[in-house]
């Protein structure tokens, strides 16, 4: 049972390394939902002994690009395929909020490795067409919050969206997971396993109104023994 963890800078990864991640989602502004991190710290995240997956998304905001940033993604996949990290995790809709099959199509040929989905699927109108079109495509997986703010609140589309898959697609539920739902998630059958950010908040005393979001390591170590409990 996978435990990936959301990680928005080098810091954030070490500490999920270092507590019990099985796989680390790595990506830059955390308040935007996540964008494509710099090629200095996907690098420096690929020396991890675990699997690191690199956000490909130029922007915050919609996930409907124009061509000059679908270049930009392209030109960061091939970034990404020269930094020895093991995946990448993109989603791109048309202006009607279905899948942008031969945008997608394109990346992962560009790619050709393991691909995933994000919460872009979020956003789609027909859920349950569209997850037949990502596994048309041949992503690996699918992370989603079953269309809700929280994956608690999606999780009954969450559970059809696992059955439909019959294993043809990993589902990865992520989004408000936390040490009190996560038993929630993991009695799922079929379910790869969850996604979480396990943030904490740094303020920066000396900088007026900084502050950072950073994953919060003994949040991380709780969830790994709660997995581990129920795997036994």
Known sequence: MILEIGCNSYASAKIAYNNGANRIELFSDWHSGGCTPSLGTIKACSNFDLPIHAMIRPRGGDFNYSESEFEIMKSDVMACKDSNINGIVFGILTDTKDI???????????????????????????PLQSLEVLIELGFERLL????????????????????????????????????LNVKEFLNIEGIEGIHTTANATITYDDIAGSHESIVDGETVRQMRIIMDEILQ
Do not use: M
Not at 100 to 126: I, M, Q
């Open 100 to 126: 942008d099959y031969e945008k997608c199509k394109e990346l992962l040929n560009l790619w050709d490795g393991p691909a995933t989905f994000h919460r872009a699927f979020d956003s789609v109108n027909h």
């Open 144 to 179: 989603t919050s079953g269309k809700s703010q929280t994956a608690i609140e999606g999780i009954e589309l969450i559970k059809k969206l696992v059955s439909q898959s019959r294993n043809r697609i990993r589902i990865l539920p992520g989004a408000g997971i936390n040490t």
